[in-house]
């Protein structure tokens, strides 16, 4: 039985009719002037992804590192306004590519770890993963997303174990690190893993209660107060008992406790607060945390969620290059054109970011 079809079938109408496209039987309502230009830099920048894509499919500019994870963050960037695999369209037919490749047998090892053969680690792993478990229902036959369904089960599964991994240190039990075997963890590796689970369980997967309430606990074990003078900071940090939270942390944190079902705990309400006004890094976790924020945002209600997308407008429209990319500039950090702060990378990150507000994705939905 196909997956969710109905909500990608809306989603792209949806998108068409955002983009100012004709939509039979849809009335044509202007757009305010800034979800104009976003939508015009959304579709500058999956053109972009579009441009470099492999005759293997892969959308990459890490060809030897990464590869699978890069391609699964830009079907999602395509998926998340509005295009489909079965499309006969330009992106159509780029996303059919794309997932043949994640798809591959090479891509996955025996033990269901996506993060091996590309050399993304668990990060990468929770991407491909997530983006599995969105997908699927959506193959281009029911042959191709049973194949998916295999492969989705097989990775939840070393999840799961990686989680419980009996050699892990108390305070980090119940989060991940870049390996399945790691003895540590890490928020901005735990929230690749908790977004992947929450799709897991709305496409059907069983995902164990335990599991759930495990990542919880180690999320709020992340969750820290600090002063500076009359100020009160309520964030999340990289890892628990380290004193300094930043605002991509933050954001994590936020959208991992409210996939979890937590969103009206304290630690989400006064980390939320905190969040709206906190400096974005102007490092290399700029797009991740950006795109952490604009799923934050879009889970609360009326003017916060507003505002938090101005706010992702105003951090993104100014930075996307000429020929449609975002990346990190020489200055921002080390990583100024490979791996994370990569054009690929960063674009995928950035168009996610601006299209989280049609909730065309299952995940984002509240």
């Known amino acids: ?156 599964d070393l999840i799961l174990r990686s989680q419980q991994h009996p050699k892990k240190d108390p305070s980090f039990r119940g989060g991940w690190r870049n390996t399945p075997t790691a003895k540590d963890a890490d928020l901005s590796i735990t929230i690749w893993q908790v977004m992947a689970l929450r799709s897991a369980k709305n496409a059907g997967f069983d995902v164990p209660k335990e599991a759930i309430d495990d990542a919880v606990a180690y999320i709020k074990r992340s969750f820290v107060r600090r002063s500076r003078g009359n100020k009160e900071a309520a ?53 991740h945390g950006t795109y952490y924020f604009a799923q934050a945002m879009t889970q609360r209600d009326g003017n916060m969620e507003a505002q938090g997308r101005q706010r992702v407008e105003d951090l993104l429209l100014t930075r996307q290059s000429p020929d449609g990319f975002w990346d990190h500039t020489s200055t921002d950090n080390e990583y100024a054109t490979v791996g994370i702060g990569g054009r690929v990378h960063c674009t995928s990150l950035a168009v996610m970011s601006l299209g989280v507000r049609y909730h065309f994705l299952p995940v984002y939905q509240r």
């Open 1 to 156: 039985m196909k997956h969710r079809p109905t909500l990608f079938v809306l989603a792209a109408l949806a998108w068409a009719s955002l983009a100012g496209l004709s939509v039979s039987g849809a009335e044509q309502v202007p757009l305010p002037t800034s979800q104009t230009q976003a939508n015009v830099a959304i579709t500058r920048g999956i053109n972009y992804l579009l441009s470099i894509q492999l005759p293997n499919g892969a959308i990459t500019d890490s060809p030897k590192n990464n590869s699978t994870a890069f391609t699964s963050l830009s079907i999602m960037a395509m998926l998340s306004v509005g295009h489909l695999p079965t499309d006969q369209t330009r992106e159509g037919e780029a996303l059919r590519k794309a997932l043949a490749l994640v798809l591959d047998p090479s891509r996955q090892d025996k033990s269901g770890y996506f993060g091996k053969a590309d050399k993304s680690g668990m990060e990468g792993h929770g991407i491909t993963t997530l983006m599995l478990t969105e997908v699927l229902g959506m193959g281009v036959n029911d042959d191709q997303d049973e194949l998916i369904r295999t492969r989705c089960q097989k990775a939840i």
């Open 235 to 287: 964030c999340f940090t990289y890892q628990p008992k380290v004193e300094r939270g930043a605002f991509a942390m933050t954001a994590a944190g936020i959208v991992a406790l409210s996939l979890c079902g937590e969103q009206d705990s304290i630690e989400v309400r006064d980390a939320t607060k905190w969040l709206t006004t906190a400096p974005v890094d102007p490092t290399a976790w700029y797009y």
